[in-house]
């Protein structure tokens, strides 16, 4: 990972425009390809960012300070760097992934087992669907055949939401697997998050774990 402090100003040329006027900001640049620019008030959300698979550029000349990252789609993210205040590149290695709490994890083995909660006809893959940047939590298919990827959280927030995002995005590279879509599921689902996933074409499933808990099993038991 490569951390930039500098003064900058930002601009965004695709679907939409977009200007930042200068200031000190924090610049990321990820081993995936993607760069994000932060501010010092906003959390974890950048201000912009292009997410991968991204090529960046760094200019020379008269064109030297200027980095221009360019999607796969054509869109440009420009960062014109007026004074680099720190710059340093970091290997941090293979992240073990986020571990889940008890009840995200007794979430994920209950709806495995009874898949059918997500609908009618549904058939599971497998949990803990391994990608490239992590595990996906269930892959599975629905009545039609399609794949569908599901994000479980005890709790639903946007930072899951791009979770799942990311997710889809190295699934649907995969064309045995594609068109996967996603499923973001959870015991509550906060507003925000909820109009994030809709807008990008995920379902929200709120679960019920009291009574996915209660839900007679019906697999023979040896006692």
């Keep these: 990972m490569r951390l930039v402090i500098a003064r900058c100003s930002v601009d965004y040329a ?102 059918e909660t997500l609908g009618e006809g549904y058939t599971l893959i497998r949990r803990e669907y391994m990608t490239a940047i992590g595990p996906v939590d269930i892959l599975c298919r629905d009545a039609s055949g399609a794949t569908v990827a599901v994000e479980i959280k005890r709790r639903g927030e946007i930072d899951g939401v791009e979770q799942l995002t990311r997710y889809l995005e190295l699934l649907n590279r995969d064309p045995h697997l594609a068109p996967v879509r996603g499923v973001f599921a959870a015991q509550e689902i906060k507003p925000q998050a909820k109009v994030l996933a809709t807008d990008r074409g995920m379902d929200c499933v709120v679960l019920d774990y009291n009574a996915m808990r209660g839900i007679e099993d019906d697999k023979l038991r040896l006692f």
Aim: proline share 6%; charged share 25%; with cysteine.
């Design 14 to 115: 695709g679907r939409l425009t977009a200007h930042l006027p200068s200031a000190p900001r924090l610049i990321l640049v990820k081993a995936d390809g993607s760069v994000s620019i932060h501010a010092d008030d906003r959390a974890y959300k950048p201000l912009n960012w292009m997410s991968p698979p991204c090529t960046l550029k760094v200019g020379s000349g008269d064109d030297a300070g200027v980095w221009t990252v360019v999607n796969k789609a054509g869109e440009k993210l420009i960062i014109t760097m007026e004074e680099v205040l720190h710059d340093s590149s970091h290997e941090l290695g293979t992240d073990p992934g986020l571990i889940k709490d008890g009840v995200e994890a007794h979430l994920q083995e209950l709806l495995a087992d009874r898949i």
